[in-house]
């Protein structure tokens, strides 16, 4: 008869476990507050991020390629990078030509945490000096996405060729010489952890 008295007891310690949230209870309460912060994270802005520019690996001569290294840091609160960056070259004419992501590349949303960091690349062919076959670009312009303000970096690496010109060639220009750029922008990299 004394069988009963210890099955009551057991039944009532695993009902007391389960009001509890006995499998990690505590843990699954926190593991929510974490899940909803992330989905309170809004786009990285400009405002909240600082770039550095380079140092470039440059193209030393026409139909070279060239890659020019951008990070970020972000300096606000936790922001989220759902894209591709935005990235144009400027020529001295003043018009942005818009770079393409990179062949093959895939865009990765990343949340950055105050302090964190991401990278990207631009890869560029080096056009000829003749300004009716190259851009002749002055300036780098950078976006993030989600963002609508741009920032512009002094730009030193020489012409930008016209896709699809080689040297010899004169496709893929326009009588003022702007263009479709040779040149593409990679997707964002968690850099620095």
């Avoid at 001569?61 to 970020?72: M, N, S, Y």
């Avoid at 840091?73 to 989220?80: K, S, T």
């Avoid at 990078?81 to 003043?94: M, R, T």
């Avoid at 062949?103 to 080096?126: H, I, N, P």
Wanted: charged share 20%; with cysteine; net charge negative.
């Amino acid at each position: 008869m004394r069988a009963m008295p210890t099955t009551v007891t057991a039944v009532t310690a695993l009902l007391l476990l389960t009001a509890c949230g006995g499998e990690g209870g505590g843990d699954e309460a926190k593991d929510d507050a974490k899940q909803k912060q992330k989905q309170e994270s809004v786009a990285c802005s400009m405002a909240e991020v600082s770039l550095e520019v380079g140092p470039a690996s440059e193209a030393p001569a026409a139909g070279d390629t060239g890659e020019v290294p951008v990070d970020l840091v972000n300096q606000g609160p936790a922001c989220i990078l759902d894209g591709f960056p935005e990235a144009s070259l400027v020529a001295a004419e003043g018009e942005p030509v818009a770079l393409a992501p990179t062949d093959g590349a895939t865009a990765q949303k990343l949340t950055l945490a105050e302090g964190g960091s991401a990278s990207f690349t631009v890869t560029y062919v080096r056009g000829p000096e003749d300004a009716g076959r190259s851009l002749d670009v002055k300036t780098l312009e950078i976006g993030l996405p989600g963002a609508t303000d741009t920032r512009e970096f002094p730009w030193s690496y020489g012409p930008v060729a016209h896709q699809g010109e080689g040297e010899g060639s004169d496709t893929g220009t326009t009588e003022t010489g702007t263009g479709a750029a040779d040149a593409s922008v990679s997707a964002f990299q968690r850099s620095g952890d």
